[in-house]
């Protein structure tokens, strides 16, 4: 049974509004969080982690947060850019194991 | 070529053939991963190589044998494969093989077994 679940599979956005992609987890001990971005035939690049001494992490335009009692994690894109139309993968680990995947969410950012 | 590179980018192939996929990182990194990632399916961790030496093997069948030579390349053979191994088959590196690590990821190979 899969341990992170990203339960919707594409979003649509209008340029300039906030982007909230979401990530449900199962394993309470999962500490440790990424979100990796995708475009079409490239690799998964990292976008931004957390751990679960945080809940929040910033970078820029893109915010992670973590509800642990929920087990959920979600990223925020404020604003909403084109370019930011990809494919969002979150992936969450326990210390020393590997990291488990979500399926992605498929982002469309309308100009 | 920088970062990571994969060929063939596409594959074809019938059950009873044997191919090879190609990996090769231009970062400097210790560990090399495969990953598989079927449709509508999470990336799974097929093997890591941390120094060359294959640290994780996720229950992968034996129809699947990689081959790592040295930090910087890695290979994924194939033989005997069957229509459900159909799927995208990611590389990536990072560092040292830390968990924490961030890995880099290539573009894949998207394998057709008919």
């Known amino acids: 049974d899969q341990q992170v679940k990203q339960n919707s599979p594409s979003l649509s956005v209008q340029e300039g509004r906030i982007s909230i992609l979401n990530c449900d987890y199962t394993n309470s001990m999962f500490d440790y969080f990424l979100w990796y971005k995708k475009y079409p035939a490239e690799g998964p690049t990292f976008l931004i982690s957390i751990s679960s001494i945080k809940d929040k992490n910033e970078d820029g335009r893109f915010t992670v947060f973590l509800n642990k009692s929920a087990k959920h994690l979600s990223l925020h894109i404020v604003p909403s850019q084109p370019g930011d139309s990809a494919v969002y993968f979150c992936a969450a680990s326990e210390t020393g194991n590997q990291f488990y995947f979500g399926t992605g969410t498929s982002l469309t950012v309308i100009p | 070529e920088t970062g990571v590179t994969q060929t063939p980018r596409h594959l074809v192939m019938g059950m009873t053939n044997k191919k090879s996929l190609k990996c090769e990182q231009h970062?400097?990194?210790?560990?090399m991963y495969w990953y598989k990632q079927s449709a509508k399916k999470p990336l799974e961790l097929m093997f890591v190589?941390?120094?060359?030496?294959?640290?994780e093997n996720n229950s992968v069948p034996s129809r699947f044998s990689p081959e790592c030579p040295n930090s910087s390349h890695l290979f994924l053979h194939l033989h005997t494969l069957q229509p459900e191994d159909s799927a995208l088959y990611l590389c990536?590196?990072?560092?040292?093989?830390?968990?924490?690590?961030?890995?880099?990821f290539g573009p894949g190979t998207r394998l057709l077994v008919l």
């Open positions: 970062l400097g990194h210790n560990a």
């Open positions: 190589y941390n120094f060359k030496e294959q640290t």
């Open positions: 990536a590196s990072s560092q040292d093989g830390g968990f924490r690590e961030t890995q880099y």
